[in-house]
């Protein structure tokens, strides 16, 4: 995923968390927020899930994993929080269940 399709300020990371509009399973909690330009994504990976090398794996992973799942057309951004769940699955589950979260979000933003 190119540098330009990613959030980094911790002041859009809070500005799309206070929208409030979320999705979320035991793996992952998705917010997101419509905007103007293009995609953009933003990961976090919580302290508790290991030390630095796991959570920049993980990270690392779930950037894959947006790249495969997410249009790069689409104009909103995306916030993906994960959880402690997403250690006990392999890479493809984790990957089919963020896949669903994208779907429920695309649906929600049609209606």
């Known amino acids: ?3 330009r399709y990613r959030i980094k300020k911790s002041q859009d990371f809070e500005k799309i968390i206070h929208k ?18 293009h995609l ?9 899930l290991g030390k630095a090398v796991v959570r920049n794996k993980i990270k ?7 790249q495969d799942i997410f249009d790069v057309d689409a104009k909103c ?10 250690l006990k699955n392999d890479f493809e589950t984790n ?7 994208y779907k429920k979000t695309l649906q929600r ?3």
């Open 40 to 48: 953009r994504v933003g990961i976090s990976v919580s302290k508790k």
């Open 20 to 37: 409030r509009k979320s999705v979320a399973n035991k793996q992952f909690v998705l917010y997101y927020f419509p905007n103007d330009d």
């Open 60 to 66: 690392r992973q779930v950037r894959m994993m947006a």
């Open 1 to 3: 995923m190119k540098k």
């Open 77 to 86: 951004d995306y916030i993906i929080i994960v959880r402690n769940q997403y």
């Open 95 to 101: 990957k089919q269940l963020l896949d669903s979260l």
């Open 109 to 111: 933003m049609e209606k």
